[in-house]
């Protein structure tokens, strides 16, 4: 606790009663544990690529102007005027949590220093603020300070995403202590620990007066991932106080369903839901109650494998809708990048309690097909909502007038490709995604380098550097989506156990210079769209084909600063698809010599279409999902339309 003070004087900040009894450990053993991005290393791919260009992005803003509301709100001078879109409105602050969690994550994935620079400088100038506020206040939140004053004294007025006249303001301040945590936990920034339980502390005394009623009332305000941060904050405190609050922001009324079972999710805001149960999946670990951990199952469950698009993504305007009208929901609005962002982060919990290849397949669906296609490959700017309506086209953000939540997110997204790519034991390395990259292995003295040019190619070595011989499980992700693999160490073939959709499993005593060649047959196949017949998507392997039907009556610019400028842009008629079964239209669609392209051959109806990976397909209309009529359909629509124009 001295120790702690003594950072506190330093820093110039108010300490709150804080007590730090040191880094709690996970009450559930983890089957399966992610490497630190530290210790994995992206080679050139695309999603390198992605990285570089959001990492080019987030070096080219300015910390003065992310920050200038905070110091507004704390009645210091302002040093830069503030950014347009979300950031001079009712969110305002919400960026600088995303930006300082993805430029430590960049620090981490890269080692470039100066994202260190950036993250040190911003929580300097937040333990300013903090200081200026005092109490341990933070927020850039308009009339932040009567909103939560209210809340204080059990004021509550919740109205959709507000709360006593303020836009989601608990969202914003759960991505501030999501930033400063991950400032810490990635960057070593001990001032952004003193910060953060300063905030932390806050928080506690805000509501340590609600009723659960009154809890209840305000909960019905979207929250983020409160839950989450405080539990987190709790594991490197040792704080109870931290987890009492945390198990607090807990809404009855949505979360107790899902624990019955139920799945209530029709009508409800999509995003608003992933983050609670985020919050829940880490208090399980935390805590060992099993309640949180089948409600986090079941959720995953019912949204993972029964309420989301082909691409990965869901949600229609941002709401879940009902499993018995996909068809109606194929708009301009669907699949915003914040809720796959979020089923992603709760993919890799429920992995670490018992690894299942399941997950992983519907993990490399949304980061292909959802995640890598929301940047723009041009600028590196963000989508917010994933048009999946035929004809339609993305929308990016600005540079300086956008700042949506998908914008935070997508900072995130690009920063942490090597996250999932591996994860381990004591005695297991998992290889879940074949993405070109290097682990460094520091305790096994094991470097492991994966060379591939997947999804162009179905091949992937993995190649061993050790000190000595070393005991190792290698489990090797067999997806669902190959009928076939191939494994080959040293150019042994090895005998495979198991189907798609499990882990091929090679024990053995790896030496140095072992290398293990995987080989996935890709093949092209067809995803209908569920509750539906005659619509249906196409894919190579994982990955998600769209029709280029080129920039016929597109905006001149397709970025904006409002995110649904474009929802109600029309689309012209795109083509239908003619067959008489799935057979006999993967027979007439062939491959090009560009890998991952293919043309249809007298198969569509005006006119055939070039096929694309739709995270490519950017700057132009596409089709993801086709209607496909049999010929005799196809015929008499062909004679109704005749008949209508009276020849």
């Not at 009645?75 to 305002?92: D, N, T």
């Not at 995270?615 to 004679?639: I, L």
Request: charge should be negative; hydrophobic fraction near 40%; charged fraction near 20%.
């Amino acid at each position: 606790m001295r120790a702690l003070k003594n950072i506190l004087a330093l820093a110039g900040v108010v300490l709150v009663a804080t007590a730090v009894c040191g880094d709690v450990k996970t009450d559930v053993a983890l089957q399966a544990q992610p490497f630190p991005l530290s210790q994995v290393r992206l080679l050139d791919s695309p999603f390198k690529q992605a990285m570089d260009l959001d990492g080019k992005y987030l070096l080219s803003l300015e910390p003065d102007r992310l920050l200038s509301w905070f110091r507004k709100e704390a009645g210091l001078q302002l040093k830069a005027p503030v950014y347009g879109g979300w950031e001079s409105s009712g969110l305002a602050g919400h960026t600088l949590g995303h930006y300082l969690s993805a430029c430590s994550l960049m620090y981490a994935s890269t080692g470039d220093p100066r994202y260190k620079e950036r993250v040190d400088y911003v929580v300097s100038q937040l333990a300013e603020c903090q200081q200026a506020n005092g109490h341990g206040y933070i927020a850039a939140i308009p009339n932040g300070k009567v909103i939560f004053g209210k809340v204080a004294h059990g004021e509550i007025d919740t109205k959709g995403f507000g709360l006593n006249g303020g836009w989601s303001p608990w969202y914003t301040i759960h991505k501030e202590l999501a930033g400063l945590i991950d400032s810490y936990s990635l960057c070593g920034d001990k001032q952004a620990l003193v910060v953060a339980t300063n905030l932390a502390n806050w928080v506690d005394a805000t509501t340590t007066n609600l009723t659960d009623e009154q809890w209840q009332t305000m909960l019905v305000c979207e929250y983020g991932g409160m839950n989450e941060g405080l539990a987190n904050l709790y594991s490197l405190t040792g704080n109870p106080r931290y987890l009492e609050v945390a198990r607090k922001f807990y809404d009855h009324a949505v979360l107790d369903p899902l624990a019955a079972g139920t799945d209530d999710l029709t009508r409800k805001h999509s995003n608003t839901q992933i983050p609670k149960i985020i919050g829940l999946a880490r208090l399980y670990e935390l805590t060992g109650d099993q309640k949180y951990a089948n409600t986090a199952q079941f959720f995953w469950d019912r949204v993972a494998l029964n309420r989301s698009f082909v691409i990965g993504g869901n949600g229609d305007g941002e709401h879940f809708f009902s499993t018995n009208n996909w068809a109606g929901h194929l708009s301009a609005a669907t699949a915003e990048t914040c809720c796959t962002y979020n089923m992603l982060k709760l993919t890799r919990h429920l992995f670490e309690w018992q690894p299942n290849a399941a997950e992983m397949d519907f993990y490399e669906r949304a980061l292909y097909n959802d995640i890598l296609a929301s940047q723009d490959p041009q600028t590196g700017m963000f989508v917010y909502l994933m048009p999946l309506n035929p004809g339609g086209f993305k929308t990016f953000s600005t540079p300086e007038n956008s700042f949506w939540c998908c914008v935070g997110t997508g900072m995130e997204n690009h920063a942490k490709y090597g996250d999932t790519i591996y994860f381990h034991n004591e005695n297991s390395l998992w290889v879940n995604l074949f993405i070109p990259s290097q682990l460094a292995w520091a305790e096994k003295k094991i470097d492991v380098t994966q060379e591939t040019k997947f999804p162009d190619s179905d091949k992937t070595r993995l190649s061993f550097k050790c000190d000595g011989p070393s005991q190792l499980v290698l489990k090797i992700r067999w997806p669902a989506w190959a009928d076939k693999i191939s494994v080959r160490v040293n150019g042994r073939k090895q005998k495979i156990d198991g189907q798609p959709g499990s882990y091929v499993t090679v024990d053995r005593k790896w030496r140095n210079g072992d290398h293990v060649d995987i080989e996935l047959p890709m093949k092209l196949h067809i995803e209908p769209l569920p509750a539906s017949t005659n619509i249906m998507a196409l894919l190579d392997g994982p990955i998600v084909l769209a029709g280029d039907l080129g920039t016929n009556g597109m905006p001149a610019d397709v970025y904006a600063a409002d995110q649904t400028k474009y929802v109600k842009w029309l689309a012209p008629p795109v083509p239908v698809l003619v067959a008489d079964s799935p057979e006999q239209l993967l027979e007439h669609i062939r491959p090009t010599d560009e890998p991952l392209v293919f043309q249809t051959h007298d198969l569509g109806k005006p006119n055939d279409v070039t096929l694309m990976p739709f995270y490519q397909a950017n700057h132009k209309r596409y089709t993801v999902y086709w209607k496909v009529d049999s010929a005799e359909e196809s015929n008499q629509t062909s004679a109704d339309i005749k008949t209508s124009m009276g020849l």
